[in-house]
């Protein structure tokens, strides 16, 4: 069995509520290591991603300890890596500046591991990949592909600090996926309408099976999670 994640591995400078500093390496790397840990011994993770020259050995030995990690898929790049301050205001709501950004994922990059087992793709940043590019992911494998949305709602200021955007092709994004998973603010952004109650959540996730997914996983914080799947009797 082969496991692609897609994305971006971020630099992350986070500024707790206890106003401790805290440096670390996040994005696509939470999946990836986790993922490694818990497949077996015939399970092969494999990620994708541009990774900026400044972190790149770094990061690459710390993955080297793990012996069902195919790297073959990071690409070392001239650009500085992205690199992530975030700074906590409550445990729910947080500033968040973005510092540099690399290329997109290319569809040449991803095409080795076409013959994945699942394709996960995590919107780290946001433009980890172009539409077009996971167009051409899903019309050339017929493995499930689970996306992410994440940083797909996001959009960037002149100084790098993120903020909430509507994403007007969200049909055509999602369309791509087998599974889509979103919390309640991506979903309320991406939808343009505020999804207060469980049946609004339910409605939502109606219209994402509409254009041809097989299920939404809405996570929920401390409340859990929704999934809203077909049916025999339409989403459940």
């Not at 992350?12 to 840990?37: H, K, M, P, Q």
């Not at 092969?44 to 991603?49: A, E, G, H, L, R």
């Amino acid at each position: 069995m082969k496991v692609t994640v897609i994305g971006t591995i971020a630099r992350d400078t986070i500024f707790t509520l206890d106003g401790e500093r805290i440096e670390s390496y996040g994005g696509i790397l939470y999946n990836v290591v986790a993922l490694a840990n818990l497949a077996d011994a015939d399970t092969t993770i494999c990620p994708v991603c541009n990774l900026g020259e400044d972190i790149y050995e770094t990061v690459v030995e710390m993955l080297r300890v793990y012996p069902n990690l195919d790297l073959r898929g990071i690409r070392k790049v001239p650009q500085p890596n992205n690199h992530v301050t975030l700074i906590y205001r409550s445990p729910e709501d947080r500033v968040e500046i973005l510092h540099h950004c690399v290329p997109p994922v290319s569809f040449e990059q991803v095409e080795p591991f076409l013959d994945s087992s699942l394709i996960l793709v995590n919107f780290i940043s946001g433009f980890d990949l172009s539409l077009d590019t996971l167009q051409r992911v899903r019309r050339s494998t017929r493995v499930p592909i689970f996306v992410d949305v994440h940083s797909l709602t996001l959009g960037t200021d002149s100084t790098g600090r993120r903020f909430l955007r509507p994403v007007e092709d969200w049909p055509e994004w999602v369309a791509q996926a087998d599974i889509v998973q979103v919390n309640r603010v991506e979903a309320e952004t991406l939808m343009g309408r505020e999804l207060l109650r469980r049946e609004d959540l339910i409605a939502m996730g109606q219209e994402v099976l509409g254009v041809g997914v097989r299920a939404v996983l809405v996570t929920l914080g401390s409340q859990g999670a929704l999934v809203v799947f077909q049916g025999t009797d339409g989403a459940e």
